[in-house]
């Protein structure tokens, strides 16, 4: 079975850093992007950045100067490294993935269960 498992998530004032961390577990698959997406209180699901196997970022606007994702494919571990937050970030956020088992064909979306993040003073 495979599972995407967050952590770093917490409490930071405005302005604060944080980290966020989501690793795949499990054998015989591969990954292709992996990404964050996030759901403030209140509001729909939204993407926050996604990163590309060959390590190409993508960064929605809000994010941009702000934000930076990263991954390490020897741990399939996807990162958000998360700067100058401020109360609109507060969000729950969760990890994606997009893999396949060895010997398919097709891809799927897996997601993470949620880290909760809070900007507060």
């Known amino acids: 079975q495979v599972q995407l498992v967050e952590s770093g998530g917490g409490l930071v004032q405005p302005g604060g850093s944080l980290r966020l961390s989501c690793a795949a577990s499990?054998?015989?698959?591969?990954?292709?992007?992996m990404g964050w997406f996030r759901q403030p209180p209140g509001k729909q699901r939204e993407l926050v950045a996604i990163i590309s196997s060959d390590g190409t970022p993508n960064y929605a606007d809000s994010v941009k100067g702000r934000f930076t994702i990263s991954r390490d494919n020897t741990r399939n571990t996807v990162y958000l490294q998360m700067n100058s937050l401020n109360s609109d970030d507060t969000a729950v956020y969760y990890c994606?993935?997009?893999?396949?088992?060895?010997?398919?064909?097709?891809?799927?979306?897996?997601w993470g269960q949620g880290t909760q993040v809070t900007v507060s003073s």
């Open positions: 994606y993935a997009r893999l396949r088992r060895y010997l398919s064909t097709q891809w799927s979306t897996y």
């Open positions: 499990g054998n015989g698959f591969s990954i292709n992007g």
